[in-house]
């Protein structure tokens, strides 16, 4: 536009901001008006120097009619808190007015069109229209762009469409093909007919999944293509008499049908229910796609018909299936294809071993079924000299599965030619290895570790091996006999089923599944046994004086030598199975002792056996009868000491241990009783008071030395009614020996001093 009058710097400013921000595109009509300010302006102090004027400014448009331009409108901005200051004029603009097609300075050209950012059409004619009639099933984001004469570009607003697959119609037919005099009411009567599929009696087009009747003793086959309207599950039913076969594929491919319904009797017509077989699994089907679809029939006499329906994913029922529903499948593309392969040869497993087997499995498919192909399996590459391996099963259809057996080692090429009724083949090669007896191992030793243990080793001289296997004989002539097996690798093996003094002979074999090698011969002789211990000495606790006896019981032979040992050391003459201590002391408490058994394979040494000195006695064994002469059977017991009162009854009371007394000297002892009383002492007789019937306190005096023990026996006997009692009593030495006498001191001998054993 032009300006009035030269601007100032923050006019120019104020007006590039507009420039900016205030155009629009204008059509229709023509308006007068001024641009709207959004935000009113910061009031300015007319006294003020250098402030700065800001304004946001509010985009506008203003439609135009016409294309003529150059319309003046001028821009005031006025200070609506001070109105005098009203009259600020920034700028004269020309507004140019353009029709549609035109940019504001020249005229667009073209317009490209895009979808999801890609290029796929131009228009260069107004009003720029564009048909796009390649677009798939998808989601697009669809934006124009106009390009004018000066090359000036303007976007448009994106539009967002969704294009859903189209649904592809049936023709209005399927193809029907029969073959007549064919006995039998089974589908492989059909099936296994010499015409059949290559040479049927006659073909049709019928509009609906369903044959007319065409009598007795014939065939029906009929195909071609299925098409759903919508995508989602479908149910499938097909009725005949008699038998009858429904096949659909996955696709398009009749290669790939499977069989989804049959009937193995007869229906009447259109009689869907009749076996629960008849009916399909439920089968997701895609809109847009079609699916080759396949009937068989077998009519052997009587009615006859065949007839196949559906179920839409909407619930709707369609039986027969009608004609815009179907496409016929192209007979003539039949005409001599060659086989395909569906799978490849495979070998299971891939390796075996001489004399083993591999089964060998491939499946090939043909325009006139599988059952058409012949399978031959040939040796394409072999070890030198080796002999072809055997088929179990060649030139036949099935021999698509078949089992080779080898008797050569070595790596082999095995190839299967899949052919055809017309000599049209195709071929798949898989590669298998026959594994070699692996080599025989070396070096075999074998050490005698012990009379019942020997120790083999070798050398393992090959990769391919499974196990090794120990074979041992008795002597040269002994027969082989199979004794251990180890896995791949190891090289030891221990035999623990040897006996003492014996010579075996040992041999080792490294096999697998082709076979075993054996390496060298080793011998060995056993040992004689060494003794062993068959009851271990036992510890024993005794008390000062006492006789302890150790004992070992050992297993041997020859004749067995033995030595005691006390902590550590032989003890000089102490070579029997039993060792005695004569007089157990206090520096005896705690020895160890041991027993070392030997005889001219080895030495075996007993367990510990530990001697315990009880310096504190138990008491003594009291045997109470229950009568006055001392027989019967008692009861016993261990009591600390010799004190009783209030003996009731006939009783008899026996006392024995031992006395082991803890200083030298002269002891006093004394009984007290009521009632007949004896005493011994070492077995000696040393207080007799057989006459005693009242209270009486009875006395002898004996020279004891410490520490050594002395056997002791006291006998009561109590009768009548009369409570009875009795007491053992001593005086130690220094005392005094007489009772009651001047310095006399005299008490129960105590339990400390007693032993019960």
């Known amino acids: 536009g032009s300006m009035t009058r030269a601007m100032t710097e923050a006019e120019r400013e104020v007006f590039e901001k507009l420039i900016d921000e205030g155009f629009g595109r204008f059509k229709e009509t023509i308006r007068h008006g001024r641009p709207a300010l959004a935000q009113q302006p910061e009031r300015l102090d007319s006294a003020a120097t250098g402030q700065v004027f800001t304004a946001r400014f509010q985009k506008k448009s203003y439609p135009l009619a016409l294309a003529q331009g150059y319309r003046m409108y001028r821009l005031v901005i006025t200070d609506v808190w001070n109105a005098a200051f009203n009259i600020v004029q920034l700028a004269e603009i020309e507004l140019i007015g353009h029709k549609v097609g035109q940019s504001p300075d020249g005229q667009v050209v073209a317009v490209d069109f895009y979808a999801n950012g890609n290029r796929i059409g131009q228009s260069t004619v107004a009003p720029f229209t564009f048909v796009w009639d390649s677009a798939t099933a998808g989601s697009y984001a669809l934006t124009a762009r106009a390009i004018d004469d000066d090359g000036g570009e303007a976007n448009s607003q994106t539009v967002n469409v969704t294009v859903t697959p189209g649904v592809v119609p049936g023709t209005g037919t399927i193809l029907r093909e029969w073959w007549t005099g064919i006995g039998g009411t089974s589908v492989a009567d059909l099936t296994g007919n010499a015409n059949y599929p290559d040479h049927p009696t006659g073909r049709d087009y019928p509009t609906l999944f369903e ?38 594929s996955s696709d398009d491919l009749a290669a790939h049908r499977t069989e989804i319904a049959y009937v193995n009797g007869w229906t009447n017509s259109r009689e869907w229910t009749k076996f629960a077989s008849q009916q399909s699994v439920t089968i997701r089907l895609v809109a847009g796609q079609r699916y080759y679809i396949e009937a068989l029939q077998k009519e052997g006499g009587g009615g006859d018909h065949l007839a196949v329906a559906w179920r839409l994913p909407n619930g709707v029922f369609e039986g027969p299936i009608p004609g815009y529903r179907l496409s016929p499948y192209d007979y003539s593309l039949s005409v001599n294809a060659p086989p395909s392969i569906v799978l490849a040869a495979t070998a299971t497993p891939t390796s075996t071993y001489l004399g083993g087997t591999i089964a060998l499995a491939a499946l090939g498919d043909d325009d006139r079924g599988e059952a058409n192909l012949t399978y031959t399996w040939s040796v394409t590459a072999k070890p030198a000299g080796a002999t072809d391996p055997t088929f179990s099963a060649n030139g036949t259809n099935a021999a698509k599965n078949a089992a080779a057996t080898f008797s050569m080692a070595g790596a082999y090429t095995l190839t299967v030619t899949i052919r055809d009724a017309g000599g049209l083949a195709v071929q798949s090669s898989v590669n298998v290895s026959v594994m070699p007896p692996p080599a025989a191992p070396s070096g075999l030793t074998a050490v005698a570790l012990a009379y019942n243990r020997v120790l083999l080793t070798w050398v393992d001289n090959a990769s391919n091996e499974t196990t090794f296997r120990i074979e041992r004989r008795l002597g040269l002539n002994g027969a082989w006999t199979a004794v251990g097996n180890v896995s791949a690798n190891v090289t030891t093996w221990q035999d623990a089923t040897v006996a003492a003094l ?27 046994m060494p003794p062993s211990i068959v009851v271990q000495p036992l510890s024993v606790a005794a008390g000062l004086g006492m006789t302890v006896s150790f004992n070992v019981t050992a297993a041997g032979s020859p004749t067995l030598t033995y030595q005691w040992r006390k902590n550590g050391v032989n003890i000089a003459g102490a070579t029997r199975s039993t060792y005695t201590v004569p007089a157990v002391k206090a520096t005896d408490d705690g020895a160890v002792f041991t027993v070392a058994v030997k005889n001219p394979w080895g030495t075996v040494v007993s367990g510990e056996a530990i001697l315990t000195v009880t310096t504190v006695g138990d008491g003594l064994r009291e045997d109470r009868f229950p009568n006055a002469d001392f027989t019967g059977v008692p009861t016993t017991s261990i009591v600390p000491d010799i004190d009783e009162s209030g003996v009731n009854g006939t009783v008899s009371i026996r006392w024995t241990g031992f006395l082991v007394p803890s200083v030298t000297g002269y002891h006093s002892l004394y009984v007290r009783a009521t009632g007949p009383v004896r005493l011994w002492i070492n077995g000696v007789l040393a207080i007799n008071g057989l006459r005693v019937q009242t209270d009486t306190l009875l006395k002898c005096s004996m020279n004891l ?15 009548g009614t009369t409570p009875g009692a009795v007491q053992l009593l001593w005086s130690l030495p220094g005392q005094g020996a007489i009772p009651g006498g001047p310095g006399g001191t005299r008490g129960i001998v105590p339990a400390s001093v007693f032993y019960s054993q």
């Not at 044959?211 to 989602?232: F, I, Q």
């Not at 096999?511 to 004689?528: C, Y």
Request: proline share 5%; aromatic share 16%.
């Open 211 to 248: 044959a007319p009747s065409e009598g007795d003793n014939y065939g029906t086959r009929m195909r071609g293509y299925v098409h759903p309207p919508v995508t989602g599950d479908y149910v499938f039913w097909i009725a005949s008499d008699d038998s009858g076969q429904l096949w659909l």
């Open 502 to 528: 014996t010579t075996y002979y040992y041999r080792v074999f490294a096999v697998n599944l082709s076979g075993a090698t054996v390496g060298n011969t080793a011998q060995v002789k056993t040992p004689g």
């Open 705 to 719: 030395t410490a520490g050594q023990r002395y056997s002791i026996r006291m006998e009561f006997a109590n009768r």
